[in-house]
């Protein structure tokens, strides 16, 4: 039987809530005033792309 873990030691779903705070942070120009937000947001969602597919390529237990 494979072991599993509970969603909140998944770092994927970490790595998702994190992208949606920045998201959400970004729509309602929450971000700091001296950055130009698009840039951010859209460099953040990209990064977090590469991030899911190491991530789901790495993982070892599924989620219970």
């Known amino acids: 039987m494979t072991d599993t873990k ?3 030691q998944s770092r ?3 790595v998702n809530v994190v992208a ?3 998201a959400m942070l970004g729509t309602f120009n929450l971000l700091p ?3 130009d937000q698009d840039s951010v947001v ?4 990209g990064a977090v ?12 237990q599924p989620i219970a």
Not at 42 to 45: D, G, H, L, R, S
Not at 49 to 60: P, Q, S
């Open 6 to 8: 509970s969603w909140w």
């Open 12 to 14: 994927t779903v970490w």
């Open 20 to 22: 949606t705070l920045f």
């Open 33 to 35: 005033a001296n950055i």
């Open 42 to 45: 859209t460099a953040i969602m």
């Open 49 to 60: 792309a590469i991030a899911n597919v190491v991530l789901r390529l790495t993982t070892r």
